[in-house]
Nanobody, 124 residues
């Protein structure tokens, strides 16, 4: 069983920055590609960013490209999401997820394990 615990959410003004962290335990962290998703009430969970097992490859949703950066520290079993130039439309609950696959996926259903989510609110 893999456990994921997110932290770092909060309230920030538009144009500000936040860094989310996701600590992973229970299995070998480097065996999993990691993703970040976000969800608004009443909407489906949407892909934000993905990072490969080694950290050598990344992928982003068009809406966050150039503003968000995903990274991982395999020595600390942690994945990060640096969010800059935040906009009110970035407001959502953010989830990290683990995928036991060598290939990119932006589909929530493909991810085996999920954290509990952390709220990010961007005020205008």
């Amino acid at each position: 069983q893999v456990q994921l615990i997110e932290s770092g959410g909060g309230l920030v003004q538009a144009g500000g920055s936040l860094r989310l962290s996701c600590a992973v335990s229970g299995r070998t962290f480097r065996d999993y590609a990691m993703g970040w998703f976000r969800q608004d009430p009443g909407k489906e969970r949407a892909f934000v960013a993905w990072i490969s097992r080694s950290g050598g490859s990344t992928s982003y949703a068009d809406s966050v490209k150039g503003r968000f950066t995903i990274s991982r520290d395999n020595a600390k079993d942690t994945v990060y999401l640096q969010m800059n130039s935040l906009k009110p439309e970035d407001t959502a609950v953010y989830y990290c997820a683990a995928d036991n696959s060598a290939y990119f996926s932006g589909i929530a259903h493909d991810y085996e394990y999920w954290g509990q989510g952390t709220q990010v609110t961007v005020s205008s």
